[in-house]
């Protein structure tokens, strides 16, 4: 009976200790959501409204990359780093908030192409494509190729030679010969685009905007390559190789069989081609600041948003409100978090990199640099959160504002893509479209942001987006037409994404 009576005390005891446990942990789980809850809390409308008024001012000057709009920004995003307590990175023998480097600003001069002495210019009589501006002058050996296909370079001898190709279709995908061709080693590509010669002539206005601008490339890194492409008129061609389209025609339906006999009937053709450009160095800068983890410092996250812009045209200031003073805004509420986090001693484990980044218009340039220099190893960068345009509301959800864009999430870790939508259904209750996450998108959203270059990289990638609208690169990008309400739950969303991966046991599959 004596015994029986100490087996019952033990076990009492013993559930004591184990209810002690567990009220221990009950309190310490409601401390730590506690916690988090007041962290959150820290990302207000207000403050994102007090960040975008200054980054999108009109005394900006629009931001664009080498201007000085874009330095009194950066000094801006500094100030704010150094306010809200992030690491500066060591750059060299100094500690600093701007990853500085230079950048080659070219612009297009004259491009002409002559043919047994008939002289054509450039978006009069056809399309020079070319992203990098560098003067050239060369007398090329031009080749048929058919339609350009990866196994025709096999046995067509275009070693040294220029290629005139001609599409499946009319109109058809000529990027896609172009790097085919690329890969074969060809350095001038011609494409015969249109039926007749005056079809190029309605597509050049839509190529001029974007082709005979200013174009900037890193000084320090190879962006871009030297291959030369030239949208052609049949006309030309026809020049070009001395015969007519309909036997190029003939030749290349041949070459589709395997008839490659059929090239030998077309003469080689010679063209000089002269292109004409200036070129000047820019100085220009990423911001870049972390919150060094707690239990793994040397494991990072990175959080982006490009903050430069398109600049003034014809005299009007682009201040692009929403892109890209929105990710702006939100990088330094969420770095205020983290910081805040960090302070308390709550976390987070790993380090979290917020990289504000330069040259996102001119060509991801800033992300581009940052890949190639990195503050923290890339092997050691865990994933990437990109904030680009998070502040308006498409045509599409006029009646139902309440969702943001993701793209990326699952293409490289579906483990990430399960945390985003874990923390969206937890905490925030967005409407999470993926329409442009499709492969087959035609917007091509998910190249067309910084999150590209670490996804390159093989990291972990989320682009937040809420879409294109009527201001989108026009001066009516304004502070005044921001949704700060949900811009701020967007915010609030990628915070607990971020605050998820950093603190994860392991890192991502």
Not at 67 to 93: D, T
Not at 194 to 203: L, M, P, R, S, T
Request: hydrophobic fraction near 35%; proline fraction near 3%; glycine fraction near 8%.
């Amino acid at each position: 009976m004596l015994f029986r009576k100490f087996k019952i005390l033990k076990s009492l005891k013993s559930f004591h200790v184990v209810y002690l446990l567990f009220l221990a942990f009950y309190f310490a789980e409601a401390q730590e959501v506690k916690s988090i809850e007041s962290i959150v809390n820290s990302i207000t409308e207000n403050d994102l409204k007090r960040h975008l008024e200054i980054i999108a001012h009109d005394s900006l000057e629009g931001r664009e990359t080498g201007q000085p709009g874009l330095k009194k920004a950066a000094e801006y995003l500094q100030n704010q780093f150094s306010e809200i307590g992030l690491n500066p990175i060591k750059f060299g023998s100094e500690y600093s908030y701007s990853q500085s480097f230079n950048l080659i600003k070219g612009k297009w001069g004259e491009v002409d192409l002559n043919i047994e002495g008939i002289t054509y210019k450039n978006m009069e009589d056809f399309i020079f494509v070319s992203t990098s501006p560098q003067s050239y002058n060369k007398t090329i050996s031009i080749k048929f190729a058919g339609q350009g296909n990866k196994e025709d370079y096999a046995h067509i001898d275009c070693e040294n030679k220029g290629v005139v190709l001609m599409l499946p279709e009319a109109y058809g995908d000529w990027e896609e010969r172009v790097s085919i061709a690329k890969d074969a080693g060809i350095k001038e590509i011609f494409i015969i685009y249109g039926d007749a010669d005056e079809d190029i002539k309605k597509v050049i206005p839509m190529y001029r905007n974007y082709l005979m601008g200013t174009q900037f490339k890193l000084e320090s890194v190879s962006q871009g390559d030297d291959t030369k492409v030239f949208l052609i008129p049949p006309g030309m061609a026809e020049k070009m190789l001395n015969t007519s389209i309909k036997k190029l025609k003939l030749s290349s339906t041949k070459i589709e069989k395997g008839k490659y006999k059929s090239v030998n009937k077309i003469p080689e053709g010679e063209v000089i081609a002269e292109v004409e450009s200036t070129e000047d160095i820019v100085e220009t800068e990423n911001v870049i600041g972390f919150v060094e983890g707690l239990e793994k410092p040397d494991e990072v996250l990175i959080i982006s948003a490009h903050y430069d812009h398109v600049g003034m045209r014809n005299g009007e200031i682009y201040n692009g409100a929403d892109d890209n003073g929105s990710g702006t805004a939100a990088i330094l509420e969420l770095a205020e978090a983290f910081a805040l986090a960090r302070e308390k001693g709550f976390g987070p484990k790993r380090s979290v990199l917020f990289t504000l980044l330069t040259g996102e218009e001119k060509g991801l340039l800033g992300s581009s640099y940052y890949v190639s220099d990195p503050a923290f190893p890339l092997n050691k960068t865990i994933a990437n959160l990109n904030i680009d345009m998070i502040g308006r509301i498409d045509n599409k959800h006029v009646d139902d504002p309440g969702y943001i864009y993701l793209i990326g999430s699952d293409k490289i870790s579906k483990e990430l893509h399960m945390i985003s939508e874990k923390a969206n259904k937890d905490h925030t209750g967005l409407i999470l479209d993926y329409t442009y996450n499709a492969d087959d998108h035609p917007e091509r959203f998910y190249y067309r942001s910084d999150h590209y270059n670490f996804a390159k990289n093989g990291i972990p990638v989320i682009f937040y987006f809420t879409g294109v609208h009527n201001d989108y690169h026009r001066p009516t990008d304004e502070v005044d037409k921001i949704n700060f309400d949900r811009m701020a739950l967007i915010t609030k969303l990628i915070f607990y994404t971020a605050w998820e991966v950093a603190n994860r046991e392991e890192n991502l599959k």
